[in-house]
DNA sequence: TCGAGGAACATTGTTGACAATTGACAATGC
DNA sequence: GCATTGTCAATTGTCAACAATGTTCCTCGA
């Protein structure tokens, strides 16, 4: 996995996993004194992580009160977030037509095994870890990653309610046509698998 | 203007908007104890407001290094921020053409007075902050504000190059044909205004 | 002259203690 | 009975000291 240096990175990492997952639903609270415990730690990284979760989305703060796990977004809202999506990644794709750089179709290759693999079993923190990478593999592949900041909290907020509606091996087919489709240099097809998948 | 009660959001604030009027120049590194003494304050509300900032778009972080104010957007990334801005803020117009509350009306019509003004004068950081708070009250208005945490680090980044390239007055009558569409009911035009003013 | 090592310094990362705020509940007065 | 006020526990906000890390610059040897 990643190997943070700080225990701040390690802290929301570790819960980001566990909301994304679904091991924490919409409305928990999370203390710092609790977490800290948790963690063995005291509440200093513990307040910079939760800080660094609510500007991702996914947790919501209250001055004073403190913050627990974000509610999933409104339909409206989601629908939004979706045409974000779409912006961004089919902007990357585009970008990455213009070198065609083989290096990424490899690391898409790499994950997309992975991925087949994690759908089947029942790990799911595992899976949304895979989608995830997936699709930040794209982001990043265009103009030296400079999208990913911006895609990231965007992605995770549609990301909160993952776990419950998603059919993972459709999902692993609709990665392999894409894939499929910047491996064979057909740039409207590919754009179009994209926007089909990001729902 | 806003009164924060913590220190973290009073310093946020105080930096961000040094940032935004071009005072602290893209590249500047902010020191964690330089500003605590300017402040008055220990370290830690200096720590979680710069976190704040940095997950804003406006500074970025190394660790064990420290922040410094972020570079304009690339010409790539900006266009990508300007397709997401229109989306955003063509998302809440429409779902004001849904209702047509006046109570917003009314605030746009505040703002535009202010506005006028302040281009008129002399003092960017005010230019800057009624520029933003248009803007933000389009996008508060859809659904009870839910896409306001979502646009906020968009509009900040494109904010970043703002003091150096813009005609003030210009902007202003921008504003202005926006407004005056809403008010005639004319949708396709304000949304059409929009996107012309967001470039 | 140039690069490797390393000491000294500046800066961020972490910690535990204390202060301020909040929300719930009991006591009070009408 | 009902609103108001006081009190208390839980929680976040703030602080100052200490630890760990990164940077700078100097020395030393080839």
Not at 111 to 135: I, P, R, T, W
Request: proline content about 4%.
């Amino acid at each position: 996995m990643k190997l943070a240096a700080n225990l701040q990175e390690q802290v929301a990492s570790h819960l980001r996993r566990r909301i994304l997952s679904g091991q924490l639903l919409p409305g928990t609270p999370l203390r710092e004194q609790t977490l800290a415990v948790e963690f063995g730690i005291s509440r200093g990284p513990i307040r910079d992580a939760l800080l660094h979760l609510t500007k991702e989305g996914l947790l919501i703060a209250r001055p004073n009160v403190g913050v627990r796990v974000a509610n999933e977004p409104s339909g409206f809202k989601r629908n939004v977030i979706v045409h974000l999506r779409r912006e961004i990644e089919a902007s990357a794709i585009s970008a990455w037509f213009e070198t065609k750089d083989p290096a990424l179709l490899k690391q898409l290759d790499d994950n997309l095994a992975l991925y087949k693999e994690a759908c089947g079993g029942s790990d799911l923190g595992q899976v949304v870890e895979l989608d995830m990478a997936f699709h930040r593999l794209l982001v990043e592949g265009a103009d030296n990653g400079s999208l990913v900041d911006l895609w990231l909290p965007i992605m995770l907020r549609m990301f909160l309610r993952y776990s419950r509606h998603r059919d993972l091996m459709e999902s692993y087919h609709e990665h392999a046509g894409i894939v499929r489709a910047m491996h064979a240099r057909h740039e409207w097809e590919a754009l179009e698998a994209l926007k089909l998948h990001i729902v």
